[in-house]
């Protein structure tokens, strides 16, 4: 049987990963648009966190295995339609992830100074579509919509010492960026309350404990809570908890002399929505934004925001919409629930397409970290070895794979780039890298990369 997978990012690896553990005669292609793999690993994992990163080995591994091949370089729904690759192969499976923000849907959006959080970790980690964002980093308050870890990831950049980050794996460009930069406050708004927050302790405690910068906690958001997560599930409690002594307790005299020299400061703000983001004076840039401030209707998970008709202007000079990432639709031979903004399918199985299949962000929307990914592409796997073994996939015809595809590619003049390729510019990141003192140097321009490999 010959499989391909869209998208090199963990849900494309791991369902590769399992197919190939499972099934001892299956080969897989693996297609990716951008020339280098690894999707978020690379271009979305915060670059303080390499552990997070560690992944990679595992995906080169399977990267490497004779019976699996990489194609960089290769836009599927452009390059290749989906129904081109399904005659190429016995199976395919969507796993291309969620390229896109949401929108907030309110006037001033589109000013100079607001950027989507999905735009601002792209341009700190080197995705080659935001390395041109230069956001404006002179102001001293930066607001960011959003509660959830990326928001604080965020924070966490915008307030590190720089020692700190010129370690890291973050581009060069937006190291220097940050030198210069004068916010010395971040302001972290939610619609909802500390019970609704998305972020989890482990990003948290990090953002308590980072040197230089002050948690600000109104202690009002805070009294009373106790009670109302003595029955919550273990991590929401912990992490509760955590909110609750940061706010309320008076920290110890070390803590207290530490937090009055740092020069800089991040806030949880609950229960303000967004309604417009308000432009200075020549209606050109950002210098604050609108809230409505809202109350709670419902508990727990479920509970919603709602308008009390009161607002309140918090001014600021760079806006980060922190808000949630969205698939698009690849190929109109793809059915795709532009509601939900996920391919319709039952265990990763698309419906009304037998055959083809998806698994990821794109499958069950864009929630939960890399571990839930792997879980929930090794459904969508489990599903594909299934069906191969009940014959709902027929492999009595053989199919040519990557033969059938490579001689349309070249007929468009596409040049696909192979694992051992990547590994060439992988070795190049790691040597400049090596010049600055920190674990790579990441090359953002892809014609760049191509002219490296003699593309």
């Not at 927050?197 to 600000?216: C, D, S, W, Y």
């Not at 109104?218 to 706010?247: Q, S």
């Not at 808000?323 to 990763?348: C, E, K």
């Amino acid at each position: 049987p010959r499989i391909a997978v869209v998208g090199s990012g963990p849900a494309g690896f791991y369902t590769a990963q399992h197919i190939l553990k499972h099934h001892g005669g299956v080969r897989v292609d693996i297609y990716e648009k951008l020339p280098v793999p690894f999707g978020l690993v690379r271009f979305g994992v915060a670059p303080d966190h390499p552990e997070v990163k560690n992944v990679i080995n595992a995906f080169t591994q399977t990267a490497r295995s004779e019976r699996c091949a990489y194609h960089g370089n290769v836009t599927v729904g452009r390059d290749v339609t989906v129904a081109e690759l399904r005659r190429a192969y016995h199976a395919v499976v969507l796993s291309y992830g969620a390229e896109d923000n949401r929108v907030l849907g309110i006037p001033g959006e589109n000013l100079s100074g607001v950027h989507s959080a999905r735009a601002f970790v792209g341009w700190y980690n080197g995705l080659p579509e935001n390395r041109d964002l230069k956001p404006d980093l002179s102001c001293e308050t930066a607001l960011i919509l959003g509660h959830g870890n990326v928001a604080l990831d965020i924070a966490r950049i915008l307030l590190s010492p720089l020692h700190l980050l010129s370690k890291t794996d973050i581009t060069d460009g937006s190291l220097a960026a940050l030198a210069c930069s004068k916010v010395k406050r971040v302001w972290l708004v939610g619609r909802r309350g500390p019970l609704q927050v998305a972020f989890t302790i482990k990003e948290l405690r990090e953002m308590i404990n980072l040197p230089g910068a002050r948690p600000v906690l109104n202690p009002a958001d805070f009294t009373g809570l106790e009670n109302a997560v003595k029955d919550a599930p273990r991590p929401r409690k912990r992490l509760t908890e955590l909110m609750i002594k940061t706010a309320l307790e008076k920290p110890g005299e070390k803590t207290m002399e530490a937090q009055a020299a740092a020069p800089r400061e991040w806030e949880l703000k609950f229960q303000r929505s967004p309604q417009e983001v308000l432009p200075t004076a020549d209606g050109r840039r950002a210098r604050g934004v609108r809230m409505a401030l809202t109350r709670l209707e419902g508990s727990g998970d479920s509970a919603k925001a709602v308008p009390t008709g009161d607002v309140e202007e918090l001014e600021c000079g760079l806006v980060l919409s922190s808000i949630g990432y969205r698939s698009l639709p690849l190929d109109p031979a793809v059915p795709f629930d532009t509601q939900r903004g996920v391919i319709p399918n039952s265990s990763g199985r698309v419906e009304g397409v037998p055959g083809l299949y998806c698994s990821g962000w794109v499958k069950r929307g864009p929630t939960g970290v890399i571990i839930t990914t792997m879980n929930d592409s090794f459904d969508t796997a489990q599903s594909v070895l299934e069906d191969l073994q009940v014959g709902v996939l027929d492999v009595s015809t053989s199919r040519e794979g990557f033969g059938a595809v490579e001689s349309i590619l070249r007929s468009r003049g596409v040049r696909p780039v192979s694992f051992s390729d990547w590994e060439k510019i992988d070795a190049a990141e790691v040597a400049r890298g090596r010049a600055a003192g920190k674990p790579r140097e990441k090359i953002v321009d892809p014609q760049e990369m191509l002219r490296l490999i003699g593309h």
